[in-house]
């Protein structure tokens, strides 16, 4: 724990030994090769301008290093710092909407009532006056038509037997159109099932690797010189690479230009396949 009672995290470890060395920003980042204000962010706990937590735990790794510290120790207690702020995220998802929803809710609710009340009245009473209009009127016609009349034939048994084989015809021609063995929907996911992408990326020197897509991490790695990666799947994928420079992307035989989405000054690119923004881009639960 900290002095302040707070959990400890990579940020406190970071500065505490930086003090105890008595080294300044500008001399360690003339060194490491990292900006002075990701060094500060980074002794912070700020990440938020950074690009993932693949490149993070390289600059934590380097900066542990530097100061003498277990880069393993640091890594476990920024793992911490994301796990924890998880859990604050879902405890303020839970608390925020529900004092907001329950009056829009009951609102709704007593909304949906009264519709329902005014439509089933308005049914009833059309139905109400369809039956006594239709009641009277076939009491005006049994009184106004004499038992053997010819338009007595029109409701002969003959008659509503031709009716009814008229109906059952009708109900044949549309069942004939409908399709029984539902072949465009069979068609569209077969479709589905065909689209497959293809992800072939060559290292050339060392660089981090973190591929993704909407499902789970595919890769994530320190990929070694001459590495060789190659996915198939139906995307869309995240590609995050450190060291860009070094490595060629072919996105279905297509070859992607990676200095397009590089970083000039951390050297990290971030891009999604086919199309997209890597800050929009989240795993599925």
Known sequence: MS??????????????????KRRRYRKLSSELGIPENYLKALEDDDYSFMAGPTYVKGYLRAYSKKLDLDPEVVIRAYDRYLKDQRKEKRTERKKGPSKILKPAFVTLFVFFTFLVFITSFIFFQKND????????????????LPEDSEENILYSPD???????NLILEKEDTTKNK????????????????????IKLTIYDDCWVEIS????????????????IE??????????????????????????????????????????????????FTLSN
């Open 129 to 144: 006056f369809t039956s006594s209009t239709l009641n009277e009127s076939s009491n005006d016609l049994n009184q106004e």
């Open 213 to 228: 897509d909407q499902h789970s991490i595919l890769e994530y790695r320190l990929a070694k010189a001459g590495t060789l």
């Open 231 to 280: 996915l198939e799947g139906k995307g869309p994928y995240k590609i995050v690479l450190g060291n860009s420079q070094k490595a060629q992307l072919l996105y279905n035989d297509v070859q992607v230009n990676l200095s397009a989405t590089t970083n000039t000054k951390t050297n990290v690119s971030c891009l999604v396949l086919p199309a997209g923004r890597c800050s929009e």
């Open 159 to 165: 008659t509503k037997s031709l009716y009814e084989d």
């Open 3 to 20: 002095e302040e009672g707070k959990p400890t995290y990579s940020g406190y470890l970071l500065k505490e030994a930086r003090k105890k």
């Open 179 to 198: 399709d029984p063995f539902n072949v465009e929907n069979k068609k569209k996911s077969l479709n589905d099932l065909l689209v497959i992408n293809r």
